[in-house]
Structures are given as C-alpha cells and as structure tokens.
C-alpha cells in the first residue's frame, strides 16, 4: 500500500513524495524513447526528480535549482536524488532529451489519478455522463529569444490547450503549441469519448469539427456567436423565472454550415440575472433540460480557474528554457506534479485541497516529518478550537449563574 510506504519516519518530505511516482512506469515511458542513451551523469530520473524539487518549491529557474540542491549535497541521496549538477547539465538535457517521455508519464499520472475523481459540482452531479472543458491558456515569451513560439501582433507566446474533466478538476489531454495556434484546430489532436458532453466558448465554432463530434456519438455544448443564421424547426415550453428565454430546435441556413453540419442542433438562450447577460448555447444533446444545459455550461469556469491556479501555484510563466523541446519539458513535468498532489490528497484522504497541500509541501520538503501526520493539523486545529469553544461556554455559563445575566 502506498499509505505504508509514505508514512516511513526518518525520511525527508520530498522523499516521501517521491516514492509517490512509479519508477517502473516511468522507466518504461525513459526506455520507449531511449531517453538515457549515452547517458554519463544526469540520467532521466534524476533530471525529472530536479525539475519535480523545483515546481514543488517554486524555483524561478534552473540556477536556482541547482543553487538549492547544491547547498545541500550533503542531503541528495536522502531526498531520492543521484547528484547535483551545474545549470549548463540540466539546461542540455531539457533541451536534448525527449518531452515525449515526460508528457507519456503524465498521461500515465492522468489514467491512475482520473478514477479517484469522480465527484462534480452540485449543479451537475445528476447528470450521468462525464462532462469536460475545452479551452487555452497562452504564456508571453520572448519573440527574439524563442523565435518559435510565435504569437499575435508581432510577439511570442505559448499556448497550453486542455481538455479538464469538470467531475474533479482534473486534466485528460494536454496540447502545447504556439500562440497562432488557433483554438479549433486542438480539436483535431482530441480522442473524444463517446457519449461524454465537452463544453467549449465560441472560439470553438467550426461546423465541421462539431459534426465529427456528433458522429462519435459525443456530445458538444459551445456558445453561438452572434451572426449565427438559422431557421428554427420546433420549440419546447420553458420556465422564464429560471432565466431561461426559449429552447429551440434549428437547422442552419449558409449553404456552408448548412452542408458541414446537415442535422438539427438545439438552440438554447439564457439571461443570467446576476451578470446582467444573455447566452446562447448550441448543443447536440436533446435528452437533458434546457436548464441543466445553462448549468453545465456555467460550470466551464472551472477550466479557467484552474488555469489561474497552475499559473499562480507552478512554474509555467517563467520558463526554464527557450527551445520547443525544454518548454514542452517543463509545463508536461509541472502538470506531473499537480497530478501527483491530487495522488497523495487521496491517498491520505486529507481534508486539505490541493492549493493548501501545495503551500504545505513547498515549505516542507527538508522536513523529516511523516507526510500523513503533516496533514492532520486542520483535524487537530478543529478539535482544538470545539474544545476551546466548550470551554468558554461553560464559564460563561457559570458567570451568568453567579451575576443573574443571562449570556446568549
């Protein structure tokens, strides 16, 4: 049991951690691309052990992981790591050695972590369907320093494409490219499920890629833009104290749409009262309510709140390096570490969240303590504080006796 295996005293943090990760696995993701082919010093294992140290304590770059490492020669074998090695080392091997073996390990981490998630928000915890979010985040880079990596208006820029399940926040399928890289086409790079609803903004309007949803039984809800011409072909009654305006059946009317996308599509408008807007909403799904289709797509926010975290949390928006190669590296291995806190919330059944298990470890990676009694403070803190709140109410009890006042 991985349990067991973590709460071992005597161990630094960071060990512990790390004993989290399948070597096994992730020897077999190094071998499938040779990635320690003639190798001398820095092999793999430890290159992905250095850069896992520095997202986990937020090291602005490669020097200042090898600075900490190097502080602390004396420690690394106890911390699970080989040795340390100068900034040119570890710079090479991002820069040389195979992304693909970090991001088939992270498809790795996404299948094992996955299955652990499967509660979703209220909102759409009755729907019996998985339910994820399509949508980019884009990191500004330096145009003359990765040419590569170009964006809009003359400047750099990386785009992370993701496909997040909304039943636990958790990445399924990752696509970095450059910024001109155009939201849509990271359609073609997904393998859709077949019945699974996937949630988009408007950017994602192409007929014909919906279509191919359509055939493989998957379903879309994406939000209509506003030049949209259709004929509508039936309505059903709806509710307008729900915010609902009308729910619609269409067919399109530009001969171009009309040819990519030939079938009836659901047509659903929506006036939230709260942000004083109005959304239409297309959608390839008629068993559902037009209200639980406004939900689900309300709950698409979580994609970009989760974008904000990674970028607030991990080392996406300094990079470590400038070739495509040691980007790829080093957003794969930072959402390797995002995967392997989900893995040990679980693990521990901790009531912390991933943010304050993050927060928690990033400080505590010299620390000898056992991982699991690390996080049992906020079951400690409470029992404390219902303690304390006893305490106070008997002796205000026992005032209110002796004085005649009644304390409420």
Not at 194 to 217: C, T
Not at 265 to 294: C, G, H, Q, S, W
């Amino acid at each position: 049991m991985v349990k067991t295996k973590v709460m071992n005293s005597g161990k630094y943090i960071f060990a512990q951690v790390l004993s989290l990760v399948n070597r096994y696995e992730f020897q077999k993701c190094v071998d499938r691309y040779k990635g320690d082919h003639a190798t001398s010093r820095l092999n793999c294992w430890n290159q992905f052990a250095q850069l896992f140290f520095g997202q986990m304590t937020g090291r602005n770059g490669l020097r200042d992981i090898c600075l900490c490492l190097g502080v602390h020669s004396n420690r690394l074998y106890h911390l699970g790591i080989k040795q340390s090695v100068n900034q040119s080392t570890l710079s090479r091997a991002n820069e040389n050695r195979d992304w693909r073996i970090f991001a088939d390990f992270g498809m790795y981490l996404i299948n094992l972590v996955s299955p652990l998630y499967t509660d979703g928000p209220e909102a759409i915890s009755d729907i019996d369907k998985d339910i994820f979010a399509i949508d980019s985040t884009t990191i500004s880079v330096s145009i003359i320093l990765m040419d590569w990596a170009k964006g809009k208006y003359s400047r750099g820029a990386v785009k992370m494409h993701m496909v997040l399940s909304l039943q636990g926040n958790i990445p399924t399928f990752i696509h970095i490219t450059d910024g001109k890289y155009h939201d849509v086409n990271a359609l073609d790079e997904i393998i859709a499920i077949a019945g699974a609803i996937y949630v988009m903004d408007k950017a994602y309007i192409d007929f014909n890629r919906l279509y191919k949803l359509h055939r493989n039984d998957s379903f879309f809800v994406v939000r209509a833009k506003t030049n949209l011409r259709f004929r509508a072909v039936a309505s059903r009654k709806i509710d307008k104290a729900t915010g609902l305006r009308c729910a619609q059946y269409i067919k399109l009317l530009v001969p171009k749409s009309r040819k990519q996308y030939p079938e009836k599509i659901r047509r659903i408008k929506y006036y939230d009262k709260e942000k004083d807007l109005t959304f239409v909403f297309l959608t390839n799904e008629f068993d559902l309510k037009p209200m639980e289709i406004a939900d689900i797509y309300r709950e698409r926010w979580q994609i970009e709140v989760f974008f904000r975290w990674i970028k607030q949390n991990l080392e996406v928006k300094k990079l470590w390096g400038h070739s495509k190669n040691a980007v790829h590296t080093q957003l794969w291995i930072a959402i390797c570490t995002y995967l392997i806190v989900a893995y040990l919330k679980k693990q521990l059944q901790s009531e912390y969240s991933i943010y304050e298990m993050t927060q928690i470890l990033s400080i505590s990676m010299f620390d000898k303590t056992p991982i699991n009694e690390l996080f049992t403070g906020k079951k400690i803190y409470k029992k404390i504080q219902e303690q304390l709140t006893y305490l106070i109410t008997i002796s205000y009890k026992r005032i209110s006796t002796k004085t005649g006042y009644l304390f409420k």
